[in-house]
């Protein structure tokens, strides 16, 4: 099973700032099959990027993401308040999806 | 718009069978291409994928819980079920359902339901 390790647990950043995200793999990740997810407080996750770098719909162009191999990033060019939040990084891979254990981004 | 909506009882009973289904609108199971998981989080927790199930009803289980899993899928109703045998607290979460497309990630998801093991 691949192991998703995110950091770095907590972020704390003021609402305009750039937030970087890490998520690191134990072993390759197919590009194509890495993922980023936000959930807030009593929510499901929202779907924010695909395939490493692919925006999902509806999704402002200030989330981005990067990456490949065993290292993933996940940018957020300028905090608005509406993005402190949990953020998750998935993978797929041999049949079996696993996430990471999250980044807390929270109002410094 | 494909929304997904768990159902099912919120307390179960230790060392009993955990019952959830997953009712699916706006779009059919059986037009395939998609995965249909079910995904759990313990309270304050991260995520947990349980498993899946295509339409033609092949399932494939987290390999830690594979011995009392067992999705089903009944494209009649547009529904897919998870059942969780020999249930303990350590079995309490929010429980949902989530569309997966490959590589396209899980793009749908249910709200979510707490499912609470406790006598």
């Known amino acids: 099973e691949i192991v998703l390790t995110q950091s770095p647990g907590t972020l704390s950043l003021s609402p305009g700032e750039r937030a970087t995200l890490s998520c690191r793999a134990s072993q390759s990740v197919s590009s194509s099959y890495l993922a980023w997810y936000q959930q807030k407080p009593g929510q499901a996750p929202r779907l924010l990027i695909y395939g490493a770098s692919s925006r999902a719909t509806g999704i402002p162009d200030r989330f981005s993401g990067s990456g490949s191999g065993t290292d993933f990033t996940l940018t957020i060019s300028r905090l608005e308040p509406e993005d402190f939040a949990v953020y998750y990084c998935?993978?797929?891979?041999?049949?079996?999806?696993?996430f990471g254990q999250g980044t807390k981004v929270e109002i410094k | 718009q494909v929304q997904l909506q768990e159902s099912g009882p919120g307390l179960v009973k230790p060392s009993q069978t955990l019952s959830l289904t997953c009712t699916v609108s706006?779009?059919?199971?059986?037009?395939?291409?998609?995965?249909w998981s079910w995904i759990r989080q313990h309270p304050g927790k991260g995520l947990e994928w349980i498993g899946y199930?295509?339409?033609?009803?092949?399932?494939y289980y987290n390999p830690s819980l594979k011995s009392r899993v067992t999705i089903s899928v009944d494209t009649s109703k547009n529904q897919f079920s998870l059942k969780l045998s020999s249930v303990t607290a350590a079995d309490t979460a929010v429980y949902y359902c989530a569309r997966e497309g490959g590589i396209w990630g899980f793009d749908y998801w249910g709200q979510g339901t707490l499912v609470t093991v406790s006598s």
């Open positions: 199930i295509y339409y033609s009803g092949s399932t």
């Open positions: 706006g779009g059919s199971i059986s037009s395939g291409g998609y995965y």
């Open positions: 998935q993978q797929y891979g041999s049949s079996s999806w696993t």
